[in-house]
Every structure is written in C-alpha cells, then in structure tokens.
C-alpha cells in the first residue's frame, strides 16, 4: 500500500464529512476520497433545511412535536415502505444531530416547515442561507482543524476485502497519481446519489427517460458499483424522486421554502390545481398533469423578503415580475385575469385560515403586498431513495443477508430510510446522523 490508515471515508459530501469528523474524535485516523475536483458533493446544493424533533430550537419558538409525530410524517411520505429501524435512528437521534452540528459551529436557529411535515420542524440558518452549503463548510472547516487527510479528484474503484470477507483496503484512481491502495481495516461508503445519472435513472424508472436532473455532475452512483462488487445487497433502488420545481428558465432547483413561505402554484390557466406542499411525489405528479407539463410559483414581496435564496433567483434573472397580477399573468401567456382571481379567492381561504380548494394545511401570508412574482417549474429527478442495505449500525448487509466486517455506509448511497419518497428536509438530517453513526461505529470496530 502507498498509504496505511484505520479507515477510508468514499465521499466529502455531508454524509462523508460527518463521518470523518466523528470518526477522528472517537481517535481514528482517516482518508476522505473525493473523486471530484471540490468538496461537498450535492449536499452543498441543498436548500431546505434539517428536519429535527424535539430540539431546544423548536421549544424556543414554542413549537410543539414528538419523536411519534416525526416518525409518522417520515413513514407516511415515504409510504411506508421505510424500514422502521432506521427510521427510528433517524428521528430519535435527529436533535442530538442538530446539537452536534450547532457545538461544531452550525447556525440551525431559524425553524419553518417543508412538504409532508405536520409541524415546524426544518432547521436552517437565520436569515434563509442555503443549509447545505454552510453545513458543508462547518463540517469542513471542522476537518480541517483536525488535519483530516482529504483527497480530491481521488475515485474510489474497489473495496478490497481478505478471504474472510474482512474489508483490508481500498483502491484509488488519483487523477494525478494513477492507480494505489490505501490499507484500512474499515470503510464508510458515502458516496452519494445518482440522480445525475439518466442512463441508470431511466433503467429502474422508464417514466423519467430523459429527465433533467438538480444534482451535482458527481452524482452518477459509481459508488453503488463499488459497494455491490465487494458484496453489498441493494434496496428500494427503483424508487427515484423528482423534485417538483426545477426553473424551466435557469435549470436552478426552486426550493420548496418558497412554497413553504407562502408562494402557490398555478397552471396557464391561472387556476391552482393542489395542495402546494404535499409530498413531492404527489406535487410533481400534478404539475405534469397540467398544460405544458409545467407550472408557475407565484408569489409577492412578503415572500421574497422572508427568503433570501428568493434574491439568488432574482439574480439569475429567472422571476419575471410586476405591479400587477394580471399584467404578470399575461406578459407569460397565463390567463391574467383568472390568475387574480385565483390570487383573491387564495387571499380569502388565507383571512379564513382554512384552504377549501386543495386543503393546503399552512398558509403562512397572504399575497397581496407590492410586486408579484412568478418563477416557471416543471419537476426534475432530485433524489435517489433506494441504494446500499444497512442496518440500523451503518453497517453495510450482503447480498447473504450477513453484515460485511469493516464495510459501512451512509448517506444517500444507501436504501431504506426514506422508503419510495424522501419528505424535503430529511436529508440533511440522514446525512448527519448516519454519517456519524457510521463514523463512530467505523472507529469503534477498528479499535477492537
Ligand atoms: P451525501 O448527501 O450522502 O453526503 P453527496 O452527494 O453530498 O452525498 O456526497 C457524495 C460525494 O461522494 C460527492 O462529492 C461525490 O463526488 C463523491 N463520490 C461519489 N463516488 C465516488 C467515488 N467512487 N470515489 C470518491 N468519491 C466519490
């Protein structure tokens, strides 16, 4: 071997970082391989938040919710398909997330809400900063405190295993270097997604064929070849999910905050035509349905000055607006004069506090101040729920049924937490619980 260390780290996303970082603090050494020129992966992209029960976050806002009402929330997005062992790591340690992030220097302090969840339970940072990208620079300034050895363009090809079945090491194709094996007596895959990926999308979901997609160019799932080829079983591959609002204009993600904080959706009618935060799934589902296979966000200044990714948009020059409604509706080819009408009647269900069209349950503001908004959307593959089997340990399950020594995973590489659909806000916290999970318990394996 070029390199000797007690355990490699496949990936310097947020499930890979969180690993390294516990992993180095319960005394391992460790490598991180990136195969991509930067650090991050498609965690930095996220937007929405750290779903969290029962947080010191949520009790200052005095918001009320249990580890019950998470898990079911959790389940029922993901149709219950979710493997409930990992379910319960993922909501019972999902505080104890927020914490650990919040004690290595995370700002998680503003608290509001995403698609499927019954109470306000996305953590982010105050004043609407993207969470992915500062988790990813707290995680990584953590590391680098640490002097964690992490490597980049460094592609991880193959987990090398003895006779045994015991991981020993793993082979690198550095983009300099060329090919070497660094000896480790444990691994954590976190290798992300495949989203990014259409070849295999489009091979375990043919309705996508052709799909754009929001992630990260690294997210194409060679991690998974790697994973299988040392003998790791799959799960719930075929569920892959497309996030509703992906700007027909700019090709950025919208995120679903701006729905959350109040923005509706309408087709070229100018009529609404669902519950604007129901799951993602069910939301994409019905965009597709409608004239064009598109839809607008629509929204007013109060929204766009609760939100500042709403400026980034701006900026990309993707949100056409205008004084008045109808005018907006118009110069876009939607039916102006029902978009006001539609806006009005939204307007009344929001005075009423009740939606009695589409029974949307948080209406937050109501859309009648300054300029009005709309952003063109139409949904693109965002997130790939099936992957490696683990167990409720991070360690990896072969295709016998049987854990493999030394071979754990975490993060959006693997199957089961999320079941057929992940709630928005679930990654940040999978991520970062199963990551450390998977690091502490790869540090813990190596010293035994
Ligand atoms: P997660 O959210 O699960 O942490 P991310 O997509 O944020 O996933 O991060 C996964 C990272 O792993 C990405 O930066 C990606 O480039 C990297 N990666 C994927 N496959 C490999 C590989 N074979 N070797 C090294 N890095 C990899």
């Given at each position: 071997p070029r390199d000797t260390t007690d355990i490699v780290i496949i990936g310097s996303g947020g499930a890979g970082l969180s690993a390294a970082v516990a992993a180095h603090d319960k005394g391992a050494k460790v490598i991180v391989l990136e195969k991509e020129p930067l650090v991050g992966g498609n965690t930095k992209l996220a937007a929405g938040g750290m779903n969290a029960a029962l947080t010191k976050q949520q009790k200052a806002k005095g918001i009320e919710d249990s580890l019950e009402l998470m898990t079911e929330d959790t389940m029922k997005g993901g149709r219950n398909i979710n493997d409930p062992a990992l379910v319960e790591v993922l909501v019972t340690h999902s505080a104890g997330s927020v914490d650990w992030l919040t004690g290595l220097g995370a700002d998680l302090n503003d608290v509001g809400r995403m698609g499927g969840a019954s109470v306000n339970r996305t953590h982010r940072p105050t004043g609407g900063a993207g969470v992915g990208a500062h988790v990813v620079q707290v995680l990584y300034d953590n590391a680098e405190k640490r002097e964690i050895d992490i490597r980049f363009?460094?592609?991880?090809?193959e987990i090398l295993e003895d006779d045994n079945g015991q991981v020993r090491g793993v082979l690198v194709k550095g983009g300099h270097t060329g090919y070497y094996w660094i000896k480790a007596d444990a691994v954590v895959v976190a290798t992300g997604g495949f989203a990014r990926n259409n070849e295999r999308v489009a091979s375990l979901d043919p309705k996508l064929k052709g799909f754009a997609a929001t992630n990260h160019p690294g997210a194409t799932g060679d991690g998974l070849d790697v994973a299988s080829n040392a003998g790791a079983a799959m799960k719930d591959l075929e569920y892959i999910q497309a996030h509703p609002t992906l700007s027909v204009a700019g090709g950025v993600m919208v995120t679903e905050a701006v729905r959350g904080n109040g923005a509706i959706l309408v087709n070229r009618e100018g009529d609404r035509f669902v519950n604007e935060i129901t799951t993602r799934d069910k939301a994409s589902a019905a965009i597709l349905e409608q004239t064009g296979k598109t839809a607008f966000l629509i929204f007013d200044d109060s929204v766009r000055h609760s939100l500042k990714k709403i400026e980034r948009y701006i900026e990309l020059g993707v949100v056409p607006s205008n004084s008045s409604l109808k005018a907006l509706g118009d110069s876009l080819g939607i039916n102006g004069a029902e978009l006001e009408k539609s806006v009005a009647r939204y307007n009344e269900f929001v005075a009423a506090g009740k939606d009695g069209d589409f029974a949307r349950p948080n209406m937050p503001r109501s859309l009648n101040q300054g300029n009005f908004y709309a952003i063109e959307v139409t949904p693109a593959v965002h997130h790939t729920m099936g992957g490696v089997k683990i167990d409720n340990h991070g360690e990896v399950v072969s295709t016998e049924g049987k854990v493999i020594k030394g071979m754990f995973a975490a993060g959006e590489v693997t199957g089961g937490v999320h079941g057929a659909n992940r709630l928005g806000g679930n990654a940040i916290s999978d991520i970062v619980t199963f990551g450390r999970m998977a690091g502490e318990n790869a540090a813990a394996f190596v010293k035994k």
């Open positions: 363009n460094s592609r991880a090809v």
